[in-house]
């Protein structure tokens, strides 16, 4: 008995396919043929088929009919013998039979679970008389089963509430929607109803997405197909084949779960339950930093390494100062610095600031004239543009250049470059006077950090400063020359960021989570919370006046084709529950304008002088949710081109060439209005169109990656801690969760809160969820009496611990006592 029991527990690892088993160990032939009986029915089926492809390969000619009729003869006999096996393996003619596909395929069983498609000539007239309308997806993250697609009338979202209503569309797909009777609506009647609605057709939809995950394996002879449970909660999970896969897979122990982190294919959505994927690639164990970073780079459509070893080819030769200085200005001489992080490589901008006699100054912006080492229709071009931006993830940037190309564009201090320059004259209330565009040459004397522009603003009067604290100076200026220009120059940025926001500008600005990194291991030794200075506000408002300015030329002078920035305004039914739910709480938002909004949040989030400073965190997160994502866009006269946070009629980018593809657009369009020569693509609105979309498309999967890396660093660090006790302010209360930012990290997190076998180290006996002076309150019991409970609303206080989750790179909060 002892050796059946091995021989059973050993049997639970074998792999078979359609033609073998293949196992981990020796087995004997009479296990073999036990394990996988011969099906008379599979074999003449097979056997069929096999001779129908054999005469459908057979060229109809005169000398091959003698073959044709040998093979027409063996095809009539095996058919005869299939249809006995039939009739003898299924008596009964009005059963269906069964074939061994069902074995080996049981996702067979679940075809047609969805509605069909409509035909796209009905859907086209349902657009078109109102029947249907058309919008992008969005899968909740919270409740995947539940989906939100843009109403046509601009109110509340419509909702698809079930798999089923989202008929295998996925997050991002353009999709036609129906919406559905009032009966199926949620909570009719009511002033918290919400229309529901159905997809009837996929408009368009991105083909073979990578999906990332782990994969669930179900080991024996009746299991072919396993499951690959996707990172992205959004996206469904797939059945893989995995019996063709060619490696082992490694199970973790006790679990179904494989130990390694898989990349499959999702090509298309067949009338099935679950897609089918295919198996691409293993990308290394689950759980670790550099696997789980290969991961979203993948499932993110991001490459490391997108150009070839050849590309330096068509970089440009080194430039020559005399031959440029023919049409280029010389702003050599002038003292010229950068003010970036001190990671920073792709040094974009530069600033200069010189007093002038009549009391005003000459302040210059200065951008890096990427436009002269990316030349048009070269593939260096193409492959910029198809990347679109840089993406900064916690440990490594990828650039949109070449790294080689970057530096050479960097506008690096103690060398000359190329730039284009914003020439103001501005007031000493930061009024503009005159401004111009050029080409120009610069020499950057100096590449300060933040932390030293703010040394300068928080030392104004200091005039001996020790050189040797700062980078080194060139071109004949001090360190004081610096210290001097900042503090001028944000003397009228202060000026110019009172003026913006007393216009009717927003700001939701957000402290971002940054981790120290052990540069051998790419693992993280602590973390902080980066928050922003004035000397972060001094190059932001200078950048945002260049940009501007720079939108407002292209305006006048393409006014067919310009490449903007658009920023919508947010919907109106999002933004009544955030500020609804704020009421609640005596927060009073006014949300009719940005400026109404920035005013009415600046009553309550007052910084370091707050009574309550962990309502600022809440309150921004609650009001940046409803917003819309800022988009490139080609300029339509027909449309507003307005910026709502901004509060500007025409915005686009302009000063990030090295990082942002679409700046390098901005900067060909302005340079052929300087030197008279069109571009001829570019007189083509649907050009910049498919760049802007495009350009969108990486923006945002960049910023999905950029936060995906922070959280992984975040568990991480904890798991390396072995957990960590902190303190959380609620965010939101639900039936069996409280979402809740955790103040140290500023980042968000679930706390599950119901008892079940899925939280079997939840501290706390029980909980309900109620209505407390109209707020949403979630009671939590501590004992089983009801005696020892905590209420839990909106800006609450908790102590939560955090660990990192076994398999993967993901937090768990729990809830914990705070006595």
Not at 147 to 159: E, G, H, N, Q, R
Not at 211 to 236: A, E, F, K, N, Q
Not at 759 to 766: A, E
């Amino acid at each position: 008995m002892d050796f059946l029991e091995d021989l059973s527990r050993q049997l639970e690892d074998i792999r078979p396919d359609d033609t073998i088993v293949r196992t981990e160990f020796p087995c004997p032939r009479s296990v073999l043929r036990y394990l996988y009986p011969r099906d008379p029915l599979n074999e003449a089926s097979k056997l069929v088929a096999k001779i129908e492809n054999g005469l459908a390969d057979i060229e109809d000619t005169p000398e091959n009919q003698s073959r044709i009729r040998t093979k027409k003869r063996l095809h009539r006999r095996q058919k005869q013998k299939l249809k006995s096996i039939i009739n003898k393996n299924n008596p009964n003619p009005n059963e269906q039979t069964r074939s061994t596909t069902a074995v080996y395929e049981p996702y067979i069983s679940q075809k047609n679970y969805y509605a069909d498609y409509m035909q796209l000539d009905d859907v086209i007239k349902g657009l078109e008389s109102g029947e249907f309308f058309e919008g992008f997806i969005r899968i909740s993250q919270k409740c995947t089963n539940e989906a939100y697609v843009p109403s046509p009338d601009k109110s509340k979202d419509i909702l698809l509430n079930s798999i089923k209503a989202r008929n295998r569309a996925l997050d991002g797909d353009k999709v036609a929607v129906r919406i559905l009777d009032k009966s199926e609506w949620r909570n009719p009647d009511t002033e918290d109803c919400q229309r529901t609605g159905e997809v009837v057709y996929i408009l368009n939809r991105k083909e073979n997405r990578v999906v990332v995950g782990t994969l669930l394996v179900d080991r024996g002879v009746l299991h072919r197909y396993s499951t690959l449970v996707p990172r992205d909660c959004r996206i469904p999970r797939l059945l893989i084949d995995t019996s063709i896969w060619p490696s082992p897979i490694h199970l973790r122990d006790g679990t179904k779960e494989s130990k390694e982190l898989f990349y499959a294919l999702l090509p298309s959505w067949e009338n099935f339950k679950l897609p089918k994927g295919i198996l691409k690639g293993v990308l290394g164990e689950s759980g670790e930093i550099n696997t789980e970073t290969e991961g979203i780079l993948i499932a993110h459509d991001i490459q490391e390494r997108p150009y070839p070893e050849d590309i330096d080819q068509y970089f440009p030769p080194q430039f020559s100062v005399e031959d440029e200085l023919k049409y280029r200005k010389d702003f050599r001489k002038h003292c010229i610095f950068s003010i970036d992080p001190p990671t920073a490589r792709d040094l974009d901008d530069a600033l200069s600031c010189v007093p002038l006699p009549n009391g005003n100054f000459e302040i210059g912006i200065h951008i890096s004239d990427v436009s002269y080492f990316v030349k048009q229709g070269t593939p260096l071009d193409e492959i910029a543009e198809k990347l679109a931006t840089s993406v900064y993830l916690t440990q490594k940037v990828y650039h949109m250049l070449p790294p080689a190309l970057t530096m050479m564009a960097s506008l690096l201090p103690g060398t000359d470059k190329l730039a284009v320059s914003i020439t103001l004259e501005m007031t000493p209330d930061a009024n503009v006077i005159s401004h111009s565009f050029s080409q120009s040459i610069i020499h950057s004397c100096a590449q300060l950090h933040y932390a030293h522009a703010q040394i300068f603003l928080e030392n104004p009067n200091k005039k001996d400063w020790d050189e040797s604290e700062f980078p080194t100076v060139y071109n004949g200026y001090t360190i004081n020359d610096c210290a001097t220009a900042v503090s001028h120059l944000h003397k009228l940025a202060a000026v110019m960021r009172e003026r913006r926001f007393s216009s009717g500008a927003l700001a939701i600005n957000q402290p971002k989570l940054s981790f120290d990194i052990d540069r051998a291991t790419c693992e993280p030794l602590s973390y902080s919370l980066y928050i922003l200075h004035e000397s972060n506000w001094l190059i932001e408002e200078f950048m945002l006046l260049a940009n501007t300015m720079v939108a407002e030329h292209l305006k006048t002078h393409f006014p067919t084709t310009a490449m903007l920035r658009n920023h919508h305004r947010p919907d109106a039914a999002p933004m009544e529950k955030a500020v609804k739910l704020l009421k609640a709480h005596g927060i009073d938002i006014d949300f009719t304008s940005a400026g109404s909004i920035h005013k009415s949040k600046a009553a309550y989030c007052k910084g370091e002088n707050s009574e309550n400073p962990h309502w600022d965190i809440i309150i921004s997160n609650i009001l940046s949710k409803p917003m819309v994502r800022a988009e490139y866009c080609v300029i339509d006269p027909d449309k507003s081109m307005s910026h709502f946070a901004l509060n500007v009629p025409y915005y686009t980018h302009f000063t990030s060439p090295i990082r942002r593809y679409p700046d390098i657009v901005v900067h060909r369009m302005l340079i052929s209005w300087l030197t008279g020569k069109p571009i001829k693509e570019y007189e083509d609105p649907e050009v910049i169109n498919k760049i802007a979309i495009n350009s969108n498309d990486k923006k945002n999967n960049a910023k999905k990656a950029s936060e995906a890396s922070a959280e992984i660093y975040a568990a991480c660090l904890i798991g390396k801690l072995g957990g960590l006790v902190v303190d959380a302010s609620v965010m939101e209360v639900k039936e069996n969760y409280f979402e809740a930012t955790v103040l140290s990290m500023n980042m968000n997190v679930r706390v599950y809160v119901n008892i079940s076998p899925q939280n079997p180290d939840l501290l706390h006996k029980g909980c309900t969820l109620s209505t407390i002076d109209n707020k949403p309150t979630l009671i939590i019991y501590w004992d089983y009496k009801g005696e020892d409970r905590q209420t839990l609303q909106l800006f609450d206080k908790v102590k939560l611990k955090l660990t990192k989750k076994e398999s993967c790179l993901k937090l768990r909060a729990i809830l914990i006592r705070d006595e």
